[in-house]
Nanobody
């Protein structure tokens, strides 16, 4: 069982930045692929980004590519989502999730473990 806890959400102005963290309870965190998803009010939860267990593989949704960067520090059992040039449409609850295996990673059903989510609000 992997317990995930997100942090770092909050209020940012358009064009601003936030960095989300995803702390894992699992010592072998590097065995897991870490995905990030978000759910805006009244919308379905959607894929944002994913990073492989080694950290060498990453993939982003088209709406965040070039603005968001996913990374990890396995010495701290923590994943990160650096969000730059934020837009109002980035407002959502952001979730991290973990799974094993590098396939079909935009599919939420692939993920075995989920955090509780952290709110990100982008507004002037």
């Amino acid at each position: 069982q992997v317990h995930l806890v997100e942090s770092g959400g909050g209020l940012a102005q358009p064009g601003g930045s936030l960095r989300l963290s995803c702390a894992a309870s699992e010592r072998t965190f590097n065995n897991y692929v870490v995905g990030w998803f978000r759910q805006a009010p009244g919308k379905e939860r959607e894929f944002v980004a994913v990073i492989s267990g080694s950290g060498s593989g990453t993939f982003y949704s088209g709406s965040v590519k070039g603005r968001f960067t996913v990374s990890r520090d396995d010495s701290k059992n923590t994943g990160f989502l650096q969000m730059n040039n934020l837009k109002p449409e980035d407002t959502a609850v952001y979730y991290c999730a973990a799974t094993t295996g590098w396939w079909d990673l935009q599919n939420q059903a692939r993920y075995d473990y989920w955090g509780q989510g952290t709110q990100v609000t982008v507004s002037s």
